[in-house]
């Protein structure tokens, strides 16, 4: 009955490689979010669609690509992983309504040899 | 964008005695005011949140103020209890479905 989930929750790769995270949610929320958290817990949002649609997409190189193949996935995909990519990667979702709670995943910690 | 400053970093209390987090933000547009709590290896859970038309709320041992004018809100925490170590961000936004998250403030409630 897990609300946001995301798999793998750990992911240990070498450098150059491409991998993916997925995230399901089973709220109904229309509205979906990928967040960064770095080694020193500072959060930053990286992108959100809202009912398969981009509406954010904040200055994140482009070798992350998001994809929202229906409302209630949301799955991540990076190519070429580099060091600095090496973080935990969290998935939410909300109502798509202004202002509302947003229901996060346990989180993905990705790390690169 | 939005600059968002939390205090204290990290926060060290004795069971029972009481906690207080203050966030400020830049952005006088802010129409949200959510805390959300980390605990390890976990997402951060939304605690409380209050909205700009309300200057205080409440929720059993936990409460939000928020003063718009000076543009700071705060979370109190009372009578905490070993359950409430944890980190605690803030993340105001103006209702662009952005948050703008703090650095965190560590609790660590000695038993």
């Known amino acids: 009955d897990t609300a946001v989930s995301q798999t793998p929750k750990y992911l240990v790769t070498q450098m150059g490689n491409d991998k993916s995270i997925k995230c399901e949610q089973n709220l109904g929320h229309d509205t979906m979010y990928w967040y960064k958290q770095d080694s020193k817990k500072f959060l930053k949002i990286m992108f959100s669609?809202?009912?398969?649609?981009?509406?954010i997409n904040e200055t994140v190189p482009n070798r992350f690509s998001p994809k929202s193949p229906d409302k209630a996935h949301l799955n991540l995909h990076i190519n070429s992983l580099e060091l600095g990519d090496s973080a935990v990667y969290f998935c939410a979702s909300s109502r798509a309504t202004e202002n509302q709670p947003q229901h996060f995943g346990d989180g993905t910690r990705l790390s690169i040899l | 964008g939005e600059n968002v400053e939390q205090h204290p970093s990290t926060l060290s209390v004795q069971e029972g005695d009481s906690a207080v987090i203050k966030c400020t933000y830049s952005?006088?547009?802010?129409?949200?005011f959510p805390w959300y709590k980390q605990e390890l290896g976990k997402g951060p859970q939304l605690i409380i949140d209050?909205?700009?038309?309300?200057g205080e709320k409440k929720d059993q041992r936990i409460a939000v103020t928020l003063n718009k004018t000076a543009k700071h809100f705060s979370l109190h925490i009372t009578e905490t209890q070993p359950e409430d170590s944890a980190v605690y961000f803030c993340a105001p936004t103006d209702g662009d479905y952005k948050l703008s998250f703090g650095a965190g403030t560590t609790v660590t409630v000695r038993a």
């Open positions: 952005d006088s547009a802010s129409n949200y």
């Open positions: 669609y809202n009912n398969k649609e981009l509406i």
């Open positions: 209050i909205r700009s038309n309300v």
